[in-house]
């Protein structure tokens, strides 16, 4: 259902409206001063950045990622998307490229923890604030090869 790729010459653009839609719906926790500071950070990263995209069928991007040598980055998917795959279309593509794959989540951000929980990901620390120094906790998550079946099976659609 999902094409995943590499995004192309000017896609950024797209990356960075979704990061704008997903983060206001998933990340209420934000104070308005630090969404836009983070805004202006991500403006500046993403663009020098590779890019893999989740695309529909019809064409529509529906979500990225921002992987670093065994590092998932970046995950962030439409709202509009959410719930259809796309975002466990994008970690299986990492995950068959680094089969021991860690990754950050907002703690206050419950979908996104209960997300890479169901896909098998394990809880390896805490950071009270996040890599900016900002009061907004961390979980640290590895994926270790192996992962139960059952998160196998949900990453595949199953």
Same mark, same amino acid.
């Given at each position: 259902?999902?094409?995943? =790729? ?13 990061? +704008? =839609? ?5 990340? *209420? /926790?934000?104070?308005? #001063?630090? %969404?836009? #500071?983070?805004?202006?950070?991500? =403006?500046? /990263? ?12 019809? @064409?529509?991007?529906?979500? /990225?990622?921002? $992987?670093?040598?065994?590092?998932? *980055?970046?995950? %962030?998917? *439409?709202?509009?998307?959410?719930? +259809?795959?796309? @975002? =466990? ?8 490229? /680094?089969? !021991? ?13 209960? %997300?890479? #929980? !169901?896909? @098998?990901?394990?809880?390896? @620390?805490?950071?009270? !604030? *996040? ?6 906790? $961390? ?16 990453? +595949?659609?199953?």
């Amino acid at each position: 259902m999902w094409t995943i =790729r590499d995004a192309g010459a000017g896609e950024s653009a797209t990356a960075i409206a979704i990061w +704008q =839609r997903a983060v206001a719906a998933t990340h *209420d /926790f934000l104070s308005p #001063e630090d %969404f836009a #500071e983070i805004e202006e950070m991500v =403006r500046g /990263f993403l663009p020098e950045v590779p890019l893999t995209l989740a695309v529909d069928a019809d @064409g529509t991007v529906a979500g /990225f990622m921002v $992987l670093s040598e065994g590092h998932l *980055d970046a995950l %962030f998917i *439409d709202p509009a998307a959410h719930g +259809q795959g796309a @975002g =466990r279309a994008l970690v299986a593509h990492a995950l068959a490229q /680094f089969p !021991r794959l860690v990754t950050d989540v907002n703690e206050q951000n419950a979908g996104a923890a209960a %997300f890479y #929980e !169901r896909l @098998g990901f394990t809880i390896t @620390g805490r950071s009270e !604030r *996040d890599d900016q120094g900002r009061p907004y906790p $961390l979980l640290h998550l590895v994926h270790e090869a192996g992962a139960s079946p059952a998160a196998t099976a949900e990453m +595949q659609g199953g």
